[in-house]
């Protein structure tokens, strides 16, 4: 168990539809990553917030949103929800501020499957 | 970039040795090591930092050669534990992983 708890464990959904996946970091931990993990696919990192703000963004597309509130957890709503977005969202926190700039390691959630209809 | 791992898959009998490689095209700060098993999350192994030093668990080594931007993972005399996809991540200001390489280890 890393820690880092994530809800819900699987959502099924239609396309045009709007979700709305939960990350809570491990206790102490300031930063909160989120990636995409598509069938047999490598992770695809999405954003990063610190402490409440963004700090790096990846490939996340315009339709998706992410933020990380007063109590650290973090919420990635997806929206307009398409076939190709169908994948497992993993939520990971760390302690560092930057994910290279500060080496630390991160500690992944158990995931959310995401399947679109 | 993202980063190329070599090779994609490998199969090992139990006892045996495997090298995992992981090479970047930019200058790489530090290189993290994560393994993930089928359906479950990835799992932090090592990360290994400009000038030599490295965290990570003791059982499993790996090299950073900064010169090459590249990185290897040593899996020696490998267990069932072992199975899983491998996967590099080079640090800059934020994590890029490689495609991943899968490992089985058959008893």
């Known amino acids: 168990d890393s820690g880092v708890t994530q809800t819900p464990k699987h959502l099924i959904t239609a396309t045009g539809q709007r979700v709305t996946l939960r990350c809570s970091p491990r206790?102490?931990?300031?930063?909160v990553y989120w990636y995409q993990q598509s069938l047999d696919q490598g992770l695809q990192f999405l954003i990063q917030y610190y402490n409440g703000e963004e700090r790096a963004k990846g490939n996340i597309l315009e339709r998706f949103s992410a933020q990380q509130f007063p109590d650290l957890h973090s919420e990635l709503n997806l929206s307009s929800l398409e076939l190709g977005d169908s994948a497992l969202y993993f939520c990971?926190?760390?302690?560092?501020?930057?994910?290279?700039?500060?080496?630390?390691?991160?500690?992944f959630g158990p995931g959310t499957r995401l399947t679109v209809t | 970039q993202q980063p190329v791992q070599s090779p994609q898959a490998v199969i090992l009998r139990e006892g045996e040795d495997a090298v995992i490689n992981c090479s970047s095209s930019?200058?790489?700060?530090?290189v993290h090591w994560y393994r993930q098993k089928h359906g479950e999350a990835p799992v932090f192994l090592m990360i290994l930092l400009k000038g030599g030093e490295q965290k990570g668990h003791e059982k499993i080594s790996a090299s950073f050669n900064e010169k090459k931007q590249q990185s290897s993972l040593y899996l020696t005399a490998s267990q069932l534990s072992y199975s899983g996809t491998y996967f590099c991540?080079?640090?800059?200001?934020?994590?890029?992983f490689g495609g991943g390489t899968r490992v089985l280890v058959k008893p």
């Open positions: 991540g080079t640090a800059g200001n934020k994590l890029t």
């Open positions: 990971a926190s760390s302690a560092g501020r930057l994910a290279g700039g500060l080496s630390y390691e991160q500690y």
């Open positions: 206790s102490g931990d300031l930063s």
């Open positions: 930019k200058a790489l700060y530090s």
